[in-house]
């Protein structure tokens, strides 16, 4: 398993996917937000869904990795249960959303549908209708972790929301 970092500060998130995906060599792509902590065994993790029959796409799983403050702990139940719920949508194949922190494709899906849109701010968003638009299966892959931080103060949380 080879990791790919491109670093791409002035054409936005999605051209620099664009850009990595086109570099890469592997079936699988698995992509993970720069600001997440990725345990040692979640690539093997996300590897072994697609095993599955049919399964094109996987969605991580994502924790708070700070529980110091009373947002933060509010913030850790939230994602808790968001994904506890993926849980079930897996099961009734009606995963919608391959967040940008924890996520993995085919490459040939992401070949087939023409790759992150540059021009959409929520390219993940995106690319997620247009997988599940075109009927393909998508999991989750509950055991593929990562950690993220959570905002820190009611403020962080406003900016967080609205990015």
């Not at 491109?6 to 720069?34: F, M, P, V, W």
């Not at 194949?93 to 023409?114: D, H, T």
Request: with cysteine; glycine share 8%.
């Amino acid at each position: 398993m080879k990791i790919l970092c491109i670093e791409e500060r002035t054409q936005g998130k999605g051209h620099a996917l664009n850009k990595g995906i086109a570099q890469a060599k592997g079936d699988i792509i698995i992509s993970i937000d720069a600001d997440c902590f990725v345990p040692p065994s979640t690539m093997e993790n996300f590897v072994k869904y697609f095993e599955l029959p049919n399964v094109m796409a996987a969605v991580g799983n994502v924790k708070i990795g700070n529980t110091n403050s009373l947002i933060e702990i509010v913030q850790y139940l939230e994602f808790l249960f968001s994904f506890y719920f993926k849980k079930c949508d897996s099961i009734m194949n009606s995963i919608y959303i391959i967040g940008g922190a924890a996520g993995a494709f085919r490459k040939e899906v992401f070949e087939k549908l023409g790759g992150y849109d540059v021009k959409n701010i929520t390219e993940d968003i995106e690319l997620s209708f247009r997988i599940q638009h075109a009927g393909m299966k998508i999991v989750y892959a509950e055991d593929a972790i990562v950690y993220t931080e959570g905002a820190t103060d009611f403020k962080g949380l406003i900016k967080q929301r609205l990015r």
